[in-house]
């Protein structure tokens, strides 16, 4: 079993729909929980963190995290053209240290 | 600009010959880690440094790959006898002490030819 996992792509939404991204993690203890947004040929950028269950928004982004189902989502709404990209989620281990990624979910924000 | 900055951007070599990238982290992050990134796939970890101490390396990284962080500031990842698998972006990153948050850098993309 993969420490952590995401909902395979590519994701097609249309242009101001939601788009909902999944990643559930392997180790239970896990702390901390990291969105990640990377453009084809461009490094990771971080746009979410969230440590608590529950939800926690920055302006049209949404983490969701519930510790009990080990799963974290990401939702994006009113989705634009430049939201296009792939979303990758990263987990704090209990005892890493060092993030651990998932595969990624390629995202196409249809005009 | 006071971000995570890594140099070369890119890197064409032949197989067999060596490579160094250095990274430069946000001044004040005493965390640096080094991940490697292949198509279609997540970044995969290479090793971390707190300060000057290499506190983790992966069981993944082979005796060809070795990095330094001198004085606890810039770091340098060395390739040794590179292989055309070797192709890869090399990916660095920073978070301050107590904060798990990391940035990245732009990479460095890797080609063996």
């Known amino acids: 079993q993969k420490e952590v996992e995401q909902n395979s792509g590519p994701l097609s939404v249309p242009e101001g729909a939601i788009a909902s991204l999944n990643c559930t993690y392997s180790?239970?203890?896990?702390?901390?929980f990291f969105w990640y947004r990377q453009y084809s040929g461009k490094s990771p950028e971080l746009i979410m963190f969230?440590?608590?269950?529950g939800d926690k928004e920055d302006g049209r982004f949404t983490a969701q995290l519930n510790k009990a189902s080990q799963y974290v989502s990401l939702l994006i709404r009113d989705s634009q053209p430049s939201d296009s990209a792939t979303y990758l989620c990263?987990?704090?281990?209990?005892?890493?240290?060092?993030?651990?990624f998932g595969p990624g979910t390629r995202l196409s924000v249809l005009p | 600009d006071t971000g995570v900055s890594q140099n070369p951007r890119h890197k064409i070599t032949k197989r067999g010959q060596n490579v160094t990238f250095r990274c430069d982290p946000i001044s004040e992050h005493n965390r640096l880690y080094w991940y490697r990134q292949t198509l279609g796939q997540g970044p995969e970890f290479l090793t971390y440094f707190q300060n000057e101490a290499q506190l983790e390396k992966s069981r993944l990284l082979s005796d060809r790959f070795s990095a330094e962080r001198p004085k606890g500031s810039f770091s340098t990842l060395e390739i040794q006898r590179t292989e055309q698998g070797d192709s890869a972006m090399y990916l660095c990153a920073s978070s301050p002490q107590g904060g798990t948050e990391a940035f990245f850098g732009q990479g460095t993309r890797l080609t063996v030819v």
């Open positions: 969230i440590y608590s269950n």
């Open positions: 990263a987990v704090w281990p209990r005892y890493g240290q060092n993030f651990v």
């Open positions: 180790d239970r203890g896990s702390q901390s």
